[in-house]
């Protein structure tokens, strides 16, 4: 599968190494030139594209127009929202995956913004500690 990532934080850097190692080819958009520089030493520069993924433009130069999935995963809902909108509408994108940063923001992501699959990972935490906790005991 062809995948493009936006967003080459410590979330979008891990993404990219676990669908690397199964095979799949994936392609980085990262708006800030200090991180894109960083990266620069971990993936090959044919791999990322500096520029905001809000950017039909960018997103073109990345490849969107062979991608079969987009995963938005910047550390703003803003950004994440614009990115699944377009990915869906605009392009046509068959699977968008979106990470909500701020709990709050979770009911936007849904269908009519363009998410297939919403993670949020303030949710997802906060209910594994829960389980974790043994709470009976503390009674």
Same mark, same amino acid.
């Given at each position: ?9 410590? =979330? ?22 200090? =991180? ?82 919403? =993670? ?20």
């Amino acid at each position: 599968m062809k995948i493009i990532i936006v967003g080459g934080g410590q =979330v979008g850097t891990y993404i990219a190494s676990l669908l690397m190692s199964k095979g799949h080819t994936i392609h980085m958009i990262e708006h800030s030139e200090s =991180v894109y520089n960083k990266l620069l030493k971990e993936l090959s520069p044919d791999l990322l594209v500096l520029g905001s993924g809000s950017d039909p433009e960018i997103l073109k130069k990345a490849g969107i127009a062979s991608a079969d999935v987009v995963s938005a995963v910047t550390g703003a809902d803003e950004i994440n929202l614009v990115v699944s909108t377009l990915a869906k509408m605009e392009f046509g994108i068959s699977r968008v995956v979106a990470r909500v940063n701020n709990p709050k923001n979770a009911w936007l992501y849904d269908a009519q913004m363009g998410v297939d699959v919403c =993670v949020n990972q303030a949710d997802i935490i906060a209910h594994l500690v829960v389980e974790e906790m043994d709470l009976r005991e503390q009674i």
